[in-house]
Structure formats: C-alpha cells, structure tokens
C-alpha cells in the first residue's frame, strides 16, 4: 500500500508564492502520472496541473505561466511551485498519481488573503 504525504500549504497575501510538495510512502514506487487538483467547498474536484512520464505536462488555463510542476527523477514525488497567487486560488490541493491505481494525497489547505 501506498501513500501519498503532502507539504506546502498555508496563508499567504495575494500576489506571494507557495510550494506544494508530495512524496510517496514508498521512494520506490514510481507513478506514470503525477499531478494537482483543487477544490473549494460545494464545487467539483478540478485538475490545476498534471506531468505525464514522457515529461508532457498540462495545467488549467487559469494558472498557466504562474503555476510550474515538477517531478524527482524517480517519479515518486511532485511538486506545485505556486506564484503570483491571486485569492481566487483559495483552495484544498491535492496531489494525485496513477500507475495502475489512482492515489490521492490527504489535501493540503491554500488560503490567498487580498
């Protein structure tokens, strides 16, 4: 069994940055996607950012040129460099990879002050 364990979170005031971090339980396990979803309470879990093994990555319109992902060489760990953070970014992020299985990381709580 596997998980994923999440880092990062916390307050900031609109227009600083954050670093989420995400490892798994296992540093020998290796996933074939990795990525970064948010929600805010009463909507729909939405994909931020995603980076797939050939080192593609996709992100949301509205975080592209602030948010950069990022992955350790063995796959087992990702990361979600955050700037010029605005408050609509106020969320619960969580960390997601598959191989085989889809893991979820335990949430990690965003708050953008203005």
């Known amino acids: 069994q596997v998980q994923l364990v999440e880092s990062g979170g916390g307050l900031v005031q609109a227009g600083g940055s954050l670093r989420l971090s995400c490892a798994a339980s296992r540093s020998s396990f290796s996933f074939a996607v990795m990525g970064w979803y948010r929600q805010v309470e009463g909507k729909q879990r939405e994909l931020v950012a995603a980076?797939?093994?050939?080192?593609?990555?996709r992100y949301a319109d509205y975080v592209k040129g602030r948010f950069t992902i990022s992955t350790n060489k063995a796959r087992s760990a990702v990361s979600l460099q955050m700037n010029s953070l605005k408050p609509e970014d106020t969320a619960v992020y969580y960390c997601?990879?598959?191989?085989?299985?889809?893991?979820w990381g335990q949430g990690t709580q965003v708050t953008v002050s203005s």
């Open positions: 980076i797939y093994a050939n080192g593609e990555t």
């Open positions: 997601n990879a598959v191989s085989g299985y889809q893991y």
